[in-house]
C-alpha cells in the first residue's frame, strides 16, 4: 500500500463525501479514489441512525496531492476561509477548472469560485505574482470573477 502524506486536508461533507470524490477524480489528472469505508449497518447503534452506506472515512488523491473525507451530517459547513489552489499553466487551463469547479455565481471573485459541495477553490495562473506587480493589474484582478490573462497582461 502507497505511503500517504503526513499532513492531509480532511473534508467534512454532510452526506456527499463519496459525490465529491467521484467528481473531483473526474475533474483532475492523475488521481484516484484510494479508500472508502462505509458506515456500519445502523440497527447496532443509534448513533449510526440513518448514515448505513454514507462515507465514515474515505481517502483519495487529487493529482498527487492526497485527501481524506467523511460523511458527519449538516453540523459544519465549508466556507471560503479554506480554500483549494489550482496553479494553471496556460489560460485554457483556468477555463476548465472554472468550467469544472465554479457553481456558485455570487461565490465567484479575484479567480476564488465555490464548487458544488461548497467547497472554494482559486483557479489562477502559476505565474500570478508576476501578473499582478502594478496597481493597474492589481485593479483588474480585482474586477474580475475568472482569471483572464491577457487582460492582466494588458493592464
Known amino acids: 500500500m502507497a505511503e500517504l502524506s503526513p499532513v492531509q ?37 443509534e448513533h449510526f441512525a440513518g448514515m448505513t452506506g454514507k462515507v465514515l472515512s474515505g481517502a483519495f488523491t487529487l493529482n498527487g496531492i492526497d485527501f481524506v473525507c467523511l460523511d458527519g451530517g449538516p453540523l ?15 489560460q485554457a487551463e483556468i477555463d476548465y477548472y472554472w468550467s469544472k469547479l465554479s ?24 505565474n500570478m505574482g508576476e501578473l499582478t506587480r502594478r496597481p493597474e493589474q492589481i485593479q483588474v484582478m480585482m474586477a474580475q470573477k475568472k482569471v483572464v490573462i491577457a487582460e492582466l497582461e494588458n493592464a
Open 9 to 45: 486536508p480532511c473534508l467534512w461533507f454532510a452526506d456527499q463525501a463519496r459525490e465529491a470524490m467521484t467528481y473531483y477524480v473526474d475533474v483532475f489528472p492523475n488521481s484516484h479514489i484510494t479508500r472508502i469505508d462505509e458506515y456500519p449497518d445502523e440497527s447496532l447503534d
Open 76 to 90: 459544519f459547513v465549508f466556507n471560503e476561509s479554506i480554500s483549494f489552489v489550482v496553479s494553471c499553466a496556460d
Open 103 to 126: 457553481h456558485v455565481p455570487e461565490s465567484e471573485q479575484c479567480g476564488w469560485c465555490k464548487d458544488r459541495f461548497g467547497v472554494s477553490w482559486q483557479v489562477i495562473p502559476a
